[in-house]
Each structure stands twice: as C-alpha cells, then as structure tokens.
C-alpha cells in the first residue's frame, strides 16, 4: 500500500515512555514487514484464485509483458479480476483503519463504523439516493453516503455527549445503537415504501464487488487515500485521545477539534467503503482488534497495520466468495463475518482476554 | 425491522431474489385479447375443485374475482374472465384494461382484500396467514402457485377456465399456446442444440438454471444454460461470477433486466470485459420484457418466440 513507507520511519521519540525506544522500533518495523508481505501474499492469490482457472504462469508473463494468455484470459484478469483485488483492498483498508479511528477516538473498543450508526447513515443515504432516481448521476450516491455517515456518528456523539449522558463511553455506545437503530428503520420505511426499488437497494447492501471495474477503484481511491493519510498523519493523536479527554488536555491535545478530524476521516474511509462495496461487517471492528492483540502495539502502530492486514483481510474474503460455489458468487458479508468470528474468537484466546 | 447487518442483509436478499424470481412483475403493455362477455360454458355450480391448496367449493358462479398475482389475472383475462374481477393487486398491470389496485400480493392484507367483497380470491404465493384469514371470513380462495413447466401454465389456465365458467375458451387458449410454443421449436429446430445462454436476472449477474420455470421453456428449444454449472450454488437462482460469464462466452445474453435494473444491449457492451463476448458483437444480446419473463402467463409464448428468433439470427454464426 502507498502509506507502508511512512510507517517504516515512525519515530517514537516524544511519546509516552517505553521501556525500550529501540526495541518499540524495531518491533514496529518487523510488524509493518509482516503486514506488507502479508498483504502482497493476498494480492498475489487473488490474481491465480477465480472463477475461471487461470494458469499463474501466464499470468505472471502477462504482468512482465509477454505471456501466452488468451485474448479473453487477458480480459479476464485485466478488467475484471485486477480491479476486483485492488477495490477489495481498499474497502478492506477503508473499513478497518475507520474501525481503528471511532475505537481510538470514543475511546470504545466496540466502536465500530456499525455500531455508531455511520453505515446505517451510509445505508439510509445511498437508500434515498437511489429512491429518488439520482444515483446514477456523478458522485450522487457516494457524497449522500458520507453525509449519512457522518450524519449517523454526528448524531450518536452528540446524543451521548450531554451533560445528563454522562459523557462516559457506554453512553455513546447506547447513543449509537439507538442512532443506528433509528436510521436503519427510517432505510427500511424509505425503502417499503418504494418497492420497485427493493432490489436496487439490496444489491446496493449486498455490494458491488462482483460487478466492479476499473471505475469503481478510481472512485474509491482517492478517497480511502486522504482518509488513510489523514488518520496516518494523526496516529499520535489517536493514540492521545485513547487516553482520555482529561488526559489528553493535559497533554496540550485540542480534543473537541482533534477528534472532530478523525471522526471525520474516519467516516469518508466509511462511506467510500460503502459506496463503491455496500454494507461489509465485521471487518472495522475485527482487523483493529486482532492487529492490537497480535502485536501488543499501540493505536500509534494500530492506524497503519489495520490498513495493511485490513486490505489483506478482505481480499482474502472476497477470494473465498468468489471460489467457494464457483462459478457462483457468495455474498461477501457472509464471509466476512463466518471467517471473522471464529478468527476474533481465536485471537481473543489466544492473547489471553490482555485488553 | 430488521437491522442493517449485512449478514442478515445477504440472507434477506437472496431469499428475496428467489422470490423476485417467481413473483416479480412492475409494468408492461403488449397484446393478447382482453376478457369480456359472457361465460359460454354452461358450469355446474355448487362446484368442487382440487387446487394447490385443497379442494375449493364455489356455490356460484365468480362474479367478484380478487386476483392477487399479475400471472392469474392475465390467465382471467386471456380466457374472458376479464370481466368477472373486480380488483387485481398493484403489480397485474396487463392487460390495460385490468382493475389494478393498490392490494399488494407481497405482504397481502385479508381485511383489505374482503373490502372488495369478493367471491372468489385467486392467488400465487401465501406469505404469511392470507388463506387461513380468507377461510375466517368464508371467502373461496384459489391457489395458483408459480409454475415450474408449461403443462402447469396450461393446467392453471384449464383450472381458472373451469372455475369462472370458461372452460370452452381455457381449452382453445391452451391450445393455441401449445401450438405456438410447437411452431417455435420447428422453426429453431436443430440451430438451438449448441446455442448457449446466459440468462440475467438482474445487474449483479443474479441467474437462473435449468431447474427454473423460464430455464424449463428455453430449455425446449434446446438451448444450453451456462448457469448449469452453478447448480449446485443455489435454489436454482445462483449469482454467476463475472469472470465465469466472460469465459463461457455465451451464444445469447438474455436480459430480463431491461425494467428493473435498466440494462440493454448498450449498457452490457460497457462492461469491464464484456465488449469481446461472442453474444456483444454478434447482436446476441436479447432485451427482454422483465415482467413477461417472471410471470407464467399466456405470453411466455411471445418471449419463446423472442428468443427462437434470437437463436436463428446466431444459426450462422454459431455454427
């Protein structure tokens, strides 16, 4: 990914005392080269693995120039399969690195862009978008997605940040799932009252991985791209506003405004995820968490391995739903949350409940 | 209400697909006689009948159908029943002259339903508790449930012409269906075996196979289904990977995603990987009317004949 270099020179000077500077460096620097290899393993399989068996020697001679690929074969990987890998990584980064951002920033690690109303928000905007007849028009249906996104996280946290709320972190959980829970009913009424438009608006949740092209990775990407490098520019940030308000003042952090910035990159990662893949759990709330529990990093290593694992991460759910019932496809979510599950329960285990 | 999980979201929509499948219809116009006159059979009435949902009783003559599928009320209609319904629900847009109302025969509602005082009710599906409602309140109701062969169109048509009092049309009807579906098999003949489909149900590549109704027609002019392979994926309604449509490269891509989703031979050309398919350049790119396509009326003729020319257009090329 084109912000793993960044990461590579993070220096911890300045930060909260480690035991060994040297040894946080070279800790993070071992991490960010597993995430890349990683990450360069899962693109690498999502180019052989397909529908369509596809001899990876031909493959590798078509991306050095030459091959012996057929015409349709070259289509094939070219137009479909390529964009697809790419677009599954930049959802996959989008969605977890906003995870990791609403986690850090509500200080609540069952923030997530689901739980705080942010897709809901997303969903319900794409919904109206798509109701009214406009959602073929440029940038309609992603712009209406981040509104309803940021409408949606907006709407919890000033609903959990009133004096009588308590401001407390179970507040804003409480605040979120009421948010998400009012937005998702406001989606179903729009939406039954629009029956002809039912299935636009399911394919539009179940995503559009399948169909994706080009197009769709062009429009995603220099959104997830300024999402990602504001919140890489701000993993110092997070990791202050992990802290807490109090602690974090001290510190000289500007929390209202500081967290207003990541909550919103936060939620345009979000809905440009929604936008182009539609409504993919489990991966925000997951990836930051097992890359947390994993590593033993702080949120400052956090931002940037949750891209990298995140886009590994789903790039290789979206290989298993497209090979599993081949040559039909498995809707996406179903993965997500069937390999996501079992895989947070193991982590979990294994790091012995330690957050 | 359901929450926006996309778990929940995915199972929702593929049960919803299966249903769109059978039950889905919006909008249409074409041609078939619209029903009026008289019943020229002379039906015996208190009158028993075995249908899809038990034995039905009506002790008259129906002169106040409720047709809650779009499929039955162009079957009432294309036999002369026309005039013996008095309200049809949102979706029985054909024939024009069909007394469309706002009932609807996704989630039905028996109160709104018996408003209509009806003496016979005519339906396709029963989400929920529609019959069991409709025999508190002592309404007849008939079921005619999606078909999945011709002979059950045919044997729908003979039911409904018996119940109305039509049978003598019912039977011509039947006949005139099973003589056009035969002339368009002679024509075809052999140029069908070796033609390959691909069949669209919607813009994310939502199929059908073999096993399906609209799978069974086609199937009779010998055509071969590349959604076949993904039997086995689904209830007969799997989502086809766009890589695997791309290398089948089908004989004809038949849309029956002109209305709902929009699609036409323009918009399929544009498709990341689509330009070079066989179907693309060779005009096999058949636009279908998505309402005739999901219904099993009268006029699934037409579309056989639709696709019959289709597939003698790409004889020559197709070898």
Known sequence: MKHASRLEGTHLVGGPSRPSAARARRRAARWTLIGLVTLFVAVVIGLFAGAVRISPLGIIGWMLGGGSLTEQQKAIVAELRLPRVLLAGLVGAALSVSGCAYQAAFRNPLADPYLLGSAAGAGLGATIVIVLGVADAP??????????????????????????????????????????????????????????????????????????????????????????????????????????????????????????????????ATAAAVAVAGLIGFVGLIVPHAVRMATGASNRLVVGLSILFGAAFLILCDVLARTVVAPGELPIGVITALIGAPFFALVLRRSGGAR | ??????????????????????????????????????????????????????????????????????????????????????????????????????????????????????????????PGDLQSSLDKLKIPAISEPAATTLDDVYTQIEQLGEVT??????????????????????????????????????DTYYSVTSDTFIGAVLGELGLKNIADQAKGASSGYPQLSAEYIVQADPDLILLADTKCCGQDAEKVAKRPGWSDLSAVKNGGVVELDDDVASRWGPRIADLLQQVGDAVQAQAPSSG
């Open chain 1, 139 to 268: 940038l309609a249906l992603p712009a209406a997605a981040f509104l309803g996104a940021l409408g949606g996280v907006g709407l919890a946290y000033a609903m959990a940040s009133t004096k009588a709320a308590g401001r407390t972190s179970t507040s804003l959980l409480l605040g979120g799932v009421a948010v998400a829970s009012f937005l998702t009913a406001l989606q179903t009424y729009v939406q039954q009252r629009n029956t002809d438009d039912l299935r636009a608006v399911y394919a539009f949740i179940l995503g559009r991985l399948g169909t994706s092209g080009w197009h769709e990775v062009w429009l995603a990407l220099p959104w997830v791209a300024l999402a990602c490098a504001v919140l890489l520019a701000s993993r110092r940030l997070l990791e202050v506003l992990s802290l807490g308000d109090l602690e974090a003042a001290s510190l000289g952090a500007h929390v209202a405004r500081d967290r207003a910035i990541v909550v919103i990159a936060a939620s345009l």
């Open chain 2, 165 to 202: 009092g039509h049978s003598d049309e019912a039977a011509a009807q039947v006949s005139a269906l099973e003589s056009k579906v035969q002339s368009v098999v002679d024509e075809v003949g052999d140029a069908g075996k070796g033609t390959t489909y691909y069949y669209e149900l919607d």
């Open chain 2, 1 to 126: 209400m359901h929450r926006f999980r996309p778990l929940r979201g995915s199972l929702l929509a593929v049960a919803f697909f299966a249903a769109f499948a059978v039950a889905c219809a919006s909008s249409s116009t074409s041609t078939v006689s619209a029903g009026g006159g008289t019943p020229t059979t002379a039906a015996a009435y208190p009158m028993t009948v075995d249908a899809a949902n038990g034995k039905v009783t009506l002790v008259a003559m129906p002169t106040h159908i409720v047709s809650m599928s779009p499929t039955a009320t162009e079957m009432l209609f294309a036999i002369g029943a026309g005039d013996q319904v008095v309200a049809a629900d949102s979706y029985s847009d054909y024939p024009a002259d069909a007394p469309t109302t706002k009932l609807s025969a996704y989630e039905p509602n028996a109160e709104a339903i018996a408003n209509y005082q009806p003496d016979l009710v005519v339906y396709a599906s029963d």
